[in-house]
């Protein structure tokens, strides 16, 4: 007698990322979550299959690492892209024109984003001259630093007596005589400035988030870790996503960070506080605020990432940290025995080691403990992981692509010591990737970065960032964005696998990459997403 409200699919190729029963035929799914999964036979137990005609399936895709609520901002606030080979005269140009179309007329405050050159200079007096009439904010692509005019100068309150809060790495840039130019650096310096502003609010978050969430339904994913919202303070960011699930707008499982900024900014036992209150408040079946966010350095084309030995650049230094193992330690011991998950933010070889540091000396806690990133590995860093245990690495895939700016900072010999996931997966290190997107699709397209990840070389046979050896299997690609990134969000037992009792969230794809040729693998496509068994994205728009 088949089941009622059931929906059976069969005759397909199914990646269940289980190790327990890692492949199936079929599957079964009931109120949201899957009953039976095994071979076709069985499965027409539970009523007549939808035949799925040999599609691959796999478990939703989990992003690791991103800030979609920090993107809705940008979306909603019709974000100005400067092109990334625009000069300053280009840019300021394009803004002044933009700034004064019919869209942006209205808005109380014009922001643009995309600068990636290292040597762009800019003060607020020339800024100016793009939009005086109002606040405007410059954003460098990675939002790591940013140029303000001189209203946004005057409503943030810099002047010449405010202190920088790391001095030398976060910062804001001075005139000979001390006076702020407008440019400032790095998260603990910029993101207070960018909620004092008033960039964006809960209303921001309705209009922008939607339709990048249509997108991460199109790309396959059924889940997300917002490792920092940047421009919205918390409580009002999770307000807004949690009116979303009310409308059954978030249809993915949505994890969410608290950023610590430091002692300079708040106490821990402070931070502490508000933590727990926003879990208590907003932690639902969709929505969980469960996650503590820390800034060891900041990012290579700032020269802000920490390294041991200086930069291959005169002049560059070393980097210096936002924060050091003394003032991480106080609140992730507090987060940690709360039950938080501990995620840090580490680009040099010098901050990877610092946050093992802190990993090492936390212990075993009842959350889970990830260092994001991991791009210029310390030489001892696959030893110290393997040693530990229980740290993720998490890192973005497509960041392999090889480039000469990357070469010219570090040299050749810490050139070859990035990203090693080869050898993290070899040494059973649990691997994680992500988009870490602010704007656009960068990164988004999971098939680009897991072509990036098996591959490790170009078509042409040319490798990436060297060696090939550091390359991995579809199957561990996979599974760094989908069982792994469950087990990062401490949510395995509910999603990241094709398992009984597990949310129905799966994709159908319209190749199967376990058939293709590497080289390949940048052209699967999702050509259905279901989150907990509904579908969320139809490539054809029709739903059998």
Same mark, same amino acid.
């Given at each position: ?379 001892? *860093?696959? %030893? !110290?992981? @393997?040693? /530990?245990?229980? =740290?993720?690495?998490?890192?973005? #895939? $497509? ?11 570090? *040299?050749? %010999? !810490?050139? @070859?010591? /990035?990203?090693? =996931?080869?050898?993290?997966?070899? #040494? $059973? ?116």
């Amino acid at each position: 007698m088949p089941y009622k409200n059931v929906q059976v699919y069969a005759n397909a190729r199914v990646y269940t990322a289980d190790n327990q029963n890692p492949s199936a035929t079929a599957f079964a799914v009931k109120d949201g979550r899957f009953i039976y999964v095994g071979d076709d036979a069985e499965a027409r137990k539970f009523g007549s299959p939808i035949n799925l005609n040999c599609r691959r399936v796999l478990p939703g895709f989990i992003d690791s690492h991103a800030h979609p609520v920090a993107d809705a901002a940008l979306n909603a606030l019709n974000a100005i892209e400067i092109p990334a080979s625009a000069n300053v005269k280009e840019t300021l140009d394009l803004i002044a024109k933009k700034s004064a179309s019919p869209t942006r007329k209205g808005l109380r405050i014009i922001v643009a984003k995309g600068i990636t050159n290292p040597r762009f200079k800019l003060t607020a007096k020339e800024f100016d001259t793009a939009v005086s009439d109002r606040p405007a904010i410059i954003l460098t692509e990675d939002c790591h630093a940013g140029w303000m005019n001189t209203k946004a100068l005057e409503i943030s309150e810099i002047t010449r007596a405010t202190p920088d809060p790391v001095p030398g790495v976060s910062y804001f840039e001075r005139d000979q005589d001390g006076n702020p130019t407008g440019f400032i650096v790095e998260a603990t310096a910029l993101y207070p400035l960018i909620k004092k502003l008033g960039i964006c609010d809960a209303k921001a978050i309705k209009k922008g988030l939607p339709p990048l969430l249509s997108t991460y339904a199109k790309h396959g994913y059924t889940g997300c870790i917002d490792v920092g919202f940047l421009m919205l303070d918390e409580d009002d960011a999770l307000h807004a996503l949690s009116q979303m699930i009310d409308r059954g707008e978030l249809r993915m499982h949505y994890f969410t960070s608290y950023v610590y900024f430091g002692p300079v900014v708040d106490s821990p036992q402070n931070a502490l506080k508000k933590m727990l209150a926003l879990r208590r408040k907003y932690n639902s079946e969709f929505l969980r605020p469960n996650i503590l966010k820390l800034h060891i350095d900041g990012t290579l084309e700032l020269a802000s990432a920490w390294m041991f030995d200086d930069y291959c650049v005169t002049g560059k230094g070393k980097g210096a940290p936002l924060l050091t193992l003394s003032s991480m330690l106080p609140v992730a011991r507090l987060a940690a025995n709360e039950g938080f998950d501990i995620h840090v933010h580490a680009i040099g070889d010098k901050a990877i080691s610092e946050g093992l540091s802190l990993m090492e000396s936390l212990g075993k806690i009842k959350g889970t403990k990830t260092i994001a990133h991991c791009q210029i590995f310390p030489a001892d *860093g696959v %030893e !110290r992981f @393997e040693k /530990q245990g229980d =740290i993720f690495m998490q890192t973005t #895939a $497509n960041w392999l692509n090889a480039d000469d700016f990357t070469m010219r900072m570090l *040299g050749p %010999e !810490r050139y @070859e010591m /990035q990203v090693p =996931i080869g050898s993290m997966v070899r #040494a $059973n290190v649990p691997v994680t990737f992500s988009s870490d997107s602010i704007g656009g699709e960068m990164g988004l397209d999971p098939f680009f970065n897991i072509y990036h990840a098996v591959q490790r070389k170009y078509d042409c046979g040319k490798e990436m960032i060297p060696p090939n050896s550091e390359g991995i299997s579809l199957k561990d690609a996979i599974d760094a964005y989908t069982i792994n990134c469950a087990k990062q969000a401490n949510a395995e037992s509910e999603i990241g696998s094709i398992s009984i009792g597990k949310y129905a969230d799966f994709v159908i794809l319209n190749k199967d990459p376990f058939l293709l040729p590497a080289v390949e693998l940048k052209t699967v496509r999702a050509e259905k997403t279901f989150f907990c068994g509904n579908c969320i994205f139809d490539a054809k728009n029709t739903v059998d």
